[in-house]
């Protein structure tokens, strides 16, 4: 297919008719990168732009946990805590009127049980090696940000646990692994209090929807939302097709249909 053909295309608006709501569901959420970008002057300035030109609310990235940020390190075999990093990049969030998407991950290294990585920053992809101090760690900083910003803030944030877990490349362990570590840690936030909003399995193509809700059913834990990652190219083309390709082979509406797909799997009608 020659891709520098253009096709020219005509429109008829008929303006007489009746409207509908156009909701602007893409405003919701942006994601970037990873935490430590956020510091950045040029990432802070090009997000404000975003926010105000696009209507951009929340923004999503990884590694709030990881170690480059700084919020959990072992010193002299202590636990030691600082959210000034992770202060700085919420507050100017706030600042311009955007609330974060909190994906917890990666793990810190002072409470992983293994030291696989994955990208030039070294984030931690195994399961913790001591729920006790993970269930701590989460309460702490849960609690942080809220004395910080106060609660009626933070219960408009979202809290995502971990990221694409059903890829071995940012997740060592099983499903069920999974699964214990969404458990320890939507009831850790929820006793804080119930209205903070919850949710995963935060995995890529779909996967293990269907699987979380019966687990949460079974074990009575809650989820406020689920989450799942489809990226445009996901269904188009064949195994090494370069985007060009793949988005040549696209079909109209294809997202809409894999939403609805996670809807149908999830039980939302």
Avoid at 79 to 105: C, H, R, T, W
Avoid at 182 to 190: G, L, P, S, W
Avoid at 237 to 256: C, E, F, H, V, Y
Wanted: a positive charge.
């Amino acid at each position: 297919m020659d891709l520098t053909k253009k096709k020219e295309t005509s429109f008829s608006v008929n303006l007489e008719g009746s409207s509908v709501s156009f909701p602007h569901f893409w405003e919701h959420t942006i994601g970037s990168g990873h935490a430590t970008l956020a510091l950045r002057s040029d990432w802070q300035r090009q997000l404000w732009r975003c926010s105000r030109e696009l209507g951009f609310k929340h923004v999503r990235f990884h590694a709030i946990l990881s170690d480059d940020l700084g919020i959990l390190k072992k010193e002299n075999g202590r636990l030691v805590y600082s959210f000034f990093n992770a202060d700085q990049i919420y507050d100017f969030l706030l600042s311009i009127g955007m609330k974060p998407f909190v994906e917890l991950s990666f793990m810190p290294e002072a409470l992983a049980s293994g030291q696989k990585t994955v990208f030039n920053y070294r984030a931690n992809v195994t399961q913790p090696k001591d729920y006790t101090d993970w269930i701590k760690f989460i309460e702490i900083l849960i609690t942080h940000w809220i004395e910080r910003y106060g609660l009626d803030e933070i219960k408009q944030w979202f809290f995502e646990v971990w990221n694409e877990p059903n890829l071995t490349a940012f997740w060592t362990g099983k499903q069920m692994d999974y699964f214990n570590l969404y458990k320890h840690t939507v009831t850790t936030i929820k006793k804080i209090d119930a209205g903070l909003k919850v949710g995963g399995p935060a995995t890529a193509k779909n996967a293990w929807i269907k699987e979380f809700v019966h687990y949460c059913n079974e074990v009575k834990i809650p989820f406020d939302f689920i989450s799942t990652h489809q990226y445009p190219t996901d269904a188009f083309g064949n195994p090494g097709d370069n985007t060009i390709q793949q988005l040549a082979a696209s079909k109209r509406s294809i997202l809409r249909k894999e939403t609805e797909n996670v809807k149908k799997q999830s039980g939302e009608k």
